[in-house]
């Protein structure tokens, strides 16, 4: 069984060295079903504003601003607030030596913010560069969408990757069905 993370953000920024909000990873195999594993942190804002410099930008906040307020206290709340070494460092801990691709929702946001916050603290990436997927491709590629996996964007990073990582494994079954994908790797 072959493992990917897939990983998804709340942020303050849509830029790399945005201020991460929210983090929801899930361990789960492409060719599979269900989820392995899953984990949800969340990093201290002023850690990364005051000592990181990382950035929060004016439309974000305004496009946060008309969100409903559950999704803002998820994303803003103070609950289980961790600092952002040690939420990066949890995260590095859940993804080492088991999962081998690192899937986002769209290949430029995310897995590359994390990028980011590792390189930020003086770490690698705890995959490698080429086992970097997008699911927007495979999306476009196998015709599913997002909604396909009964998706209502939550804003609860964990509920997003976790979603997002049930319509890829939709997305591989019918490569696997049409017999263009093998359905171990």
């Not at 913010?113 to 995959?127: E, I, K, V």
Request: charged fraction near 25%; proline fraction near 3%; charge should be negative.
């Amino acid at each position: 069984m072959a493992t990917d993370v897939m990983i998804d953000i709340e942020s303050l920024d849509t830029s790399p060295d945005c201020v991460i909000l929210t983090i929801g990873a899930v361990l789960f195999d492409p060719c599979g079903h269900g989820i392995i594993d899953k984990i949800e942190i969340r990093p201290t804002i002023e850690d990364q504003t005051e000592i990181y410099n990382r950035s929060i930008n004016d439309a974000t906040m305004e496009w946060w601003g008309k969100q409903s307020p559950e999704a803002i206290e998820e994303a803003m709340g103070d609950r289980d607030r961790v600092s952002f070494e040690e939420a990066m460092n949890q995260l590095y801990k859940f993804c080492w030596n088991r999962a081998k691709g690192a899937w986002s929702n769209g290949a430029s946001f995310d897995v590359v913010a994390m990028d980011h916050a590792w390189r930020q603290l003086g770490r690698n990436t705890p995959w490698n560069f080429w086992d970097i997927r997008d699911t927007r491709t495979l999306y476009d590629i196998t015709g599913v969408k997002l909604k396909d996996g009964g998706h209502i964007t939550s804003h609860k990073a964990v509920e997003d990757a976790e979603r997002q990582a049930i319509v890829v494994q939709q997305g591989y079954l019918k490569l696997i069905k049409a017999g263009l994908v093998a359905p171990l790797r």
